[in-house]
Antibody, heavy 122, light 109 residues
Framework: QVTLRESGPALVKPTQTLTLTCTFS??????????VTWIRQPPGKALEWLAR???????YYSKSLKTRLTISKDTSRNQVVLTLTNMDLVDTATYYC??????????????WGPGTMVTVSS | EIVLTQSPGTLSLSPGERATLSCRAS???????LAWYQQKPGQAPRLLIY???NRATGIPDRFSGSGSGTDFTLTISRLEPEDFAVYYC??????????FGQGTKLEIK
Protein backbone atom coordinates (compact mmCIF):
# COMPACT_ATOMS: atom_id res chain seq x y z
CA GLN A 1 0.00 0.00 0.00
CA VAL A 2 1.35 3.38 -1.04
CA THR A 3 1.14 6.15 1.55
CA LEU A 4 2.63 9.62 1.81
CA ARG A 5 2.65 12.13 4.64
CA GLU A 6 3.78 15.73 4.72
CA SER A 7 5.47 17.32 7.70
CA GLY A 8 6.89 20.71 8.54
CA PRO A 9 6.25 23.90 10.48
CA ALA A 10 2.69 25.13 10.81
CA LEU A 11 3.80 28.75 11.12
CA VAL A 12 6.60 30.65 9.42
CA LYS A 13 7.48 34.33 9.36
CA PRO A 14 7.70 36.46 6.23
CA THR A 15 11.11 36.22 4.51
CA GLN A 16 11.90 32.89 6.18
CA THR A 17 12.58 29.67 4.29
CA LEU A 18 9.99 26.91 4.48
CA THR A 19 11.23 23.32 4.57
CA LEU A 20 8.70 20.53 4.11
CA THR A 21 9.28 16.79 4.15
CA CYS A 22 7.26 14.14 2.38
CA THR A 23 7.77 10.71 3.95
CA PHE A 24 6.42 7.84 1.93
CA SER A 25 6.08 4.07 2.00
CA UNK A 26 5.00 1.33 -0.38
CA UNK A 27 7.42 2.27 -3.15
CA UNK A 28 11.03 3.29 -3.69
CA UNK A 29 12.25 6.43 -5.40
CA UNK A 30 15.15 4.41 -6.76
CA UNK A 31 12.75 2.38 -8.92
CA UNK A 32 12.54 3.37 -12.58
CA UNK A 33 9.55 5.54 -13.31
CA UNK A 34 8.78 6.63 -9.75
CA UNK A 35 8.35 10.32 -8.98
CA VAL A 36 7.11 12.51 -6.14
CA THR A 37 5.43 15.83 -6.71
CA TRP A 38 4.28 18.77 -4.54
CA ILE A 39 1.06 20.74 -4.87
CA ARG A 40 -0.34 23.54 -2.73
CA GLN A 41 -3.74 25.07 -2.11
CA PRO A 42 -4.34 28.46 -0.48
CA PRO A 43 -7.44 28.56 1.73
CA GLY A 44 -10.57 28.54 -0.43
CA LYS A 45 -8.59 28.56 -3.66
CA ALA A 46 -7.56 26.17 -6.39
CA LEU A 47 -4.74 23.66 -6.49
CA GLU A 48 -1.34 24.81 -7.74
CA TRP A 49 1.40 22.45 -8.92
CA LEU A 50 4.86 23.23 -7.50
CA ALA A 51 7.58 20.70 -8.29
CA ARG A 52 8.46 17.13 -9.19
CA UNK A 53 11.49 14.93 -8.59
CA UNK A 54 12.15 11.70 -10.46
CA UNK A 55 13.89 8.42 -9.62
CA UNK A 56 16.84 9.53 -11.78
CA UNK A 57 17.03 12.88 -9.93
CA UNK A 58 15.49 14.91 -12.74
CA UNK A 59 13.71 17.91 -11.26
CA TYR A 60 10.92 20.12 -12.55
CA TYR A 61 9.55 23.37 -11.11
CA SER A 62 6.63 25.71 -11.50
CA LYS A 63 7.74 28.55 -13.77
CA SER A 64 6.30 31.19 -11.46
CA LEU A 65 8.10 29.84 -8.37
CA LYS A 66 11.22 28.36 -9.96
CA THR A 67 13.64 30.85 -8.41
CA ARG A 68 12.37 30.12 -4.87
CA LEU A 69 11.85 26.34 -4.94
CA THR A 70 14.24 23.46 -4.40
CA ILE A 71 13.24 19.81 -4.38
CA SER A 72 15.52 16.97 -3.27
CA LYS A 73 15.28 13.34 -2.25
CA ASP A 74 16.77 10.98 0.31
CA THR A 75 16.14 7.57 -1.20
CA SER A 76 17.47 5.66 1.81
CA ARG A 77 15.00 7.40 4.13
CA ASN A 78 12.09 7.40 1.66
CA GLN A 79 11.79 11.17 1.89
CA VAL A 80 11.44 14.11 -0.45
CA VAL A 81 12.19 17.61 0.78
CA LEU A 82 10.78 20.84 -0.63
CA THR A 83 12.17 24.23 0.29
CA LEU A 84 10.53 27.55 -0.53
CA THR A 85 12.57 30.64 0.18
CA ASN A 86 11.49 34.18 1.03
CA MET A 87 8.05 33.20 2.33
CA ASP A 88 5.25 35.71 1.93
CA LEU A 89 1.68 35.98 3.22
CA VAL A 90 0.43 34.68 -0.16
CA ASP A 91 2.32 31.41 0.43
CA THR A 92 -0.14 30.51 3.18
CA ALA A 93 -1.59 27.23 1.99
CA THR A 94 -2.04 23.52 2.54
CA TYR A 95 0.90 21.73 0.95
CA TYR A 96 0.43 18.23 -0.46
CA CYS A 97 2.80 15.64 -1.85
CA UNK A 98 1.71 12.89 -4.22
CA UNK A 99 3.22 10.01 -6.14
CA UNK A 100 3.43 9.85 -9.91
CA UNK A 101 4.52 6.93 -12.05
CA UNK A 102 5.89 7.80 -15.50
CA UNK A 103 6.67 4.37 -16.86
CA UNK A 104 5.31 2.74 -18.99
CA UNK A 105 3.09 5.81 -19.35
CA UNK A 106 2.67 8.84 -17.15
CA UNK A 107 0.05 8.51 -14.46
CA UNK A 108 -2.22 11.02 -12.84
CA UNK A 109 -1.83 11.78 -9.13
CA UNK A 110 -3.33 8.57 -7.81
CA UNK A 111 -2.10 8.80 -4.24
CA TRP A 112 -1.87 11.96 -2.13
CA GLY A 113 -0.74 12.72 1.38
CA PRO A 114 -3.26 14.32 3.78
CA GLY A 115 -1.56 17.70 3.46
CA THR A 116 0.05 20.07 5.92
CA MET A 117 -1.21 23.60 6.54
CA VAL A 118 1.40 26.34 6.57
CA THR A 119 0.55 29.86 7.71
CA VAL A 120 2.80 32.80 7.01
CA SER A 121 2.47 35.48 9.66
CA SER A 122 4.71 37.83 11.60
CA GLU B 1 1.78 26.24 -20.17
CA ILE B 2 -1.73 24.88 -20.65
CA VAL B 3 -4.49 26.86 -18.94
CA LEU B 4 -7.60 24.94 -17.93
CA THR B 5 -10.94 26.73 -17.58
CA GLN B 6 -13.76 24.96 -15.76
CA SER B 7 -17.43 25.76 -16.02
CA PRO B 8 -19.69 26.45 -14.35
CA GLY B 9 -18.05 27.87 -11.25
CA THR B 10 -20.92 26.61 -9.11
CA LEU B 11 -23.54 24.03 -10.00
CA SER B 12 -26.68 23.69 -7.86
CA LEU B 13 -28.50 20.38 -8.24
CA SER B 14 -30.57 17.94 -6.22
CA PRO B 15 -29.74 14.34 -5.32
CA GLY B 16 -30.77 12.02 -8.13
CA GLU B 17 -30.12 14.60 -10.84
CA ARG B 18 -27.43 14.43 -13.51
CA ALA B 19 -24.37 16.68 -13.27
CA THR B 20 -22.28 17.79 -16.22
CA LEU B 21 -19.00 19.61 -15.55
CA SER B 22 -16.84 21.11 -18.27
CA CYS B 23 -13.09 21.66 -18.61
CA ARG B 24 -11.63 23.53 -21.56
CA ALA B 25 -7.88 23.67 -22.29
CA SER B 26 -6.02 26.56 -23.92
CA UNK B 27 -4.24 24.06 -26.20
CA UNK B 28 -4.66 20.42 -27.04
CA UNK B 29 -4.00 18.02 -24.15
CA UNK B 30 -1.50 15.40 -25.36
CA UNK B 31 -2.76 11.81 -25.40
CA UNK B 32 -5.78 12.86 -23.35
CA UNK B 33 -3.67 13.17 -20.20
CA LEU B 34 -6.61 14.77 -18.44
CA ALA B 35 -7.72 13.88 -14.92
CA TRP B 36 -10.61 14.79 -12.64
CA TYR B 37 -10.39 15.04 -8.86
CA GLN B 38 -13.00 15.37 -6.15
CA GLN B 39 -12.21 17.36 -3.01
CA LYS B 40 -14.27 17.58 0.15
CA PRO B 41 -13.62 20.13 2.92
CA GLY B 42 -10.53 19.36 4.96
CA GLN B 43 -9.51 16.48 2.70
CA ALA B 44 -6.90 15.90 0.03
CA PRO B 45 -8.15 15.63 -3.54
CA ARG B 46 -9.22 12.16 -4.67
CA LEU B 47 -8.57 10.96 -8.20
CA LEU B 48 -11.79 10.08 -10.03
CA ILE B 49 -10.87 9.90 -13.72
CA TYR B 50 -7.54 9.64 -15.57
CA UNK B 51 -6.75 9.48 -19.25
CA UNK B 52 -9.92 11.52 -19.80
CA UNK B 53 -12.23 8.50 -19.50
CA ASN B 54 -10.79 5.88 -17.14
CA ARG B 55 -12.22 5.52 -13.66
CA ALA B 56 -9.69 5.24 -10.86
CA THR B 57 -9.78 2.28 -8.50
CA GLY B 58 -12.91 2.16 -6.38
CA ILE B 59 -14.74 4.98 -8.16
CA PRO B 60 -18.46 4.24 -8.71
CA ASP B 61 -19.66 3.86 -12.29
CA ARG B 62 -22.01 6.84 -11.95
CA PHE B 63 -18.86 8.92 -12.60
CA SER B 64 -17.75 9.08 -16.23
CA GLY B 65 -15.33 11.20 -18.22
CA SER B 66 -15.23 12.05 -21.89
CA GLY B 67 -13.59 14.38 -24.36
CA SER B 68 -10.36 14.93 -26.24
CA GLY B 69 -8.23 17.73 -27.58
CA THR B 70 -9.31 20.83 -25.71
CA ASP B 71 -12.80 19.95 -24.44
CA PHE B 72 -13.47 17.51 -21.62
CA THR B 73 -16.51 16.60 -19.52
CA LEU B 74 -17.13 14.91 -16.19
CA THR B 75 -20.62 13.46 -15.84
CA ILE B 76 -22.22 12.18 -12.66
CA SER B 77 -25.25 10.23 -13.79
CA ARG B 78 -27.32 10.28 -10.58
CA LEU B 79 -26.10 12.46 -7.75
CA GLU B 80 -25.69 10.90 -4.34
CA PRO B 81 -25.49 13.07 -1.18
CA GLU B 82 -21.75 12.31 -0.87
CA ASP B 83 -21.04 13.68 -4.36
CA PHE B 84 -21.49 17.32 -3.35
CA ALA B 85 -17.95 18.65 -3.32
CA VAL B 86 -15.49 20.65 -5.41
CA TYR B 87 -14.21 19.10 -8.63
CA TYR B 88 -10.93 19.93 -10.38
CA CYS B 89 -9.62 18.98 -13.80
CA UNK B 90 -5.88 18.62 -14.38
CA UNK B 91 -3.58 18.04 -17.32
CA UNK B 92 -0.54 15.86 -16.66
CA UNK B 93 1.41 15.37 -19.88
CA UNK B 94 4.80 13.68 -20.18
CA UNK B 95 6.68 16.61 -18.73
CA UNK B 96 5.68 19.32 -16.30
CA UNK B 97 4.49 21.94 -15.76
CA UNK B 98 1.15 20.47 -14.79
CA UNK B 99 -1.92 22.61 -14.38
CA PHE B 100 -5.27 22.48 -12.63
CA GLY B 101 -8.54 24.18 -13.40
CA GLN B 102 -10.01 26.64 -10.95
CA GLY B 103 -12.64 24.15 -9.78
CA THR B 104 -16.40 23.64 -9.97
CA LYS B 105 -18.34 23.60 -6.72
CA LEU B 106 -21.24 21.16 -6.83
CA GLU B 107 -23.74 22.19 -4.19
CA ILE B 108 -27.10 20.89 -3.03
CA LYS B 109 -30.03 22.82 -4.42
Amino acid sequence: QVTLRESGPALVKPTQTLTLTCTFSGFSLSTDGMCVTWIRQPPGKALEWLARIDWDDNKYYSKSLKTRLTISKDTSRNQVVLTLTNMDLVDTATYYCARIVVSPIVSAFHVWGPGTMVTVSS
Amino acid sequence: EIVLTQSPGTLSLSPGERATLSCRASQSVISSFLAWYQQKPGQAPRLLIYGAANRATGIPDRFSGSGSGTDFTLTISRLEPEDFAVYYCQQYGDSPPYSFGQGTKLEIK
